[in-house]
């Protein structure tokens, strides 16, 4: 079993860096933890799409401070309940996956979190399934469960009074969401669950279920979420993630593309970096002491060099300097060959990976961020001659080289 670290200012940072609030009390958990007792947490990821984000990033990088105090850490995948899907700040019903659609997903979601955290060693991290329980879960255990809640606890989440307001259906299986959640705290037996902030109400429920059921505390310690002034989180929903699988080349020129805003919290929450260095950074940029595009460069290097290595984010760093402070075509754009001599744009931007969907691809376009040798691409049914060799561009930061083999 792994050694339990009580230091102060390991304790302090997994308590406080990147952290939004914690129950009952910071000063409990702090209190269970300098104790020298081993606790078991965990924190769940729903396969709802085949890659964790830098949001799930936030998260596995808290559960690797306490693995490095020693602590047992779960990484929950959901692949029960992402088939039921979280209504936690939806507007509208999610689409219901199949099992066949999260096993998909879910593939690589341990290779994934493995640039976070250690799933060997002295104090490996466990990966657990929710359908293990789930599964086997009886008609009459769900009923029993389901007394521990009531009604207007579930009704007045504001994305269901939001839904009311505007006669939008409120599906059963949504409100039974937290239940299950609940659920496996319970089955896990778990003296801590951590979560976004956008999951305080889920991992509540856990806790109170833990308490009815078991007489037992169980803590909640919410993150900061990564999000614009307006309360928007980056997230696969929003449109703007980083995929933690996206190539370092992307992953840093992604970054780059950040409104200054997000430099700060993304050193705290997205990076290793020190805090002092990161106050440090904080008061230049508000003295305007330092160029705001340095600094971000400084978070989009640390970045890649976290989900890779420092060699790659050197290289990262170098192509996107050639690139956008050269004006540069980048020499290593990937190429893609394709079989046909002409293409529809969509379909252009879809096999080669520029985007994820025709509607992501469609709101590329509108947003004028597809360009064809230098050429803003402007319809939809726009359809691309390949006789010749062309350079598709997205945004500042992605090329490809495409070539017909036809």
Known sequence: MARIITDNKKIKEALERGVEKIYPTKNKLEGVLKSGKRIRLYCGYDPTAPSLHIGHAITLRKLSH??????????????????????????????????????????????????IISFSGPNPAKAMYNSKWNDKLKFSELIELASSFTVQQMITRDMFQERIKKEKPIYLHEFLYPLIQAYDSLKMNVDLEIGGSDQTFNMLCGRDLIKNIKGKEKFVLTTKLLEDPSGKKMGKTEGNMIKLDDNPKDMYGKVMAWPDFLIIPGLELCTGKKLEDIKKAEEKMNNKKANPRDVKADLAWEIVKENYSKKEADKARKQFDQVFKEKNTPQEAPIYKVRKKSINILDLLLETKLASSKSEAKRLINQGAVKIKGKIIKGWDEEIDLKKEKIIQVGKKNFRKIKSIS
């Open 66 to 115: 306490f693995q490095k105090l020693g602590h047992e850490i779960i990484m929950l995948i959901g692949d029960f309940t992402a088939m039921i899907g979280d209504p936690t700040d939806k507007k509208a019903v999610r689409k219901k996956l199949s099992r066949q659609d999260v096993q998909k997903n879910l593939k690589n979601y341990k290779k994934m979190a493995s640039k």
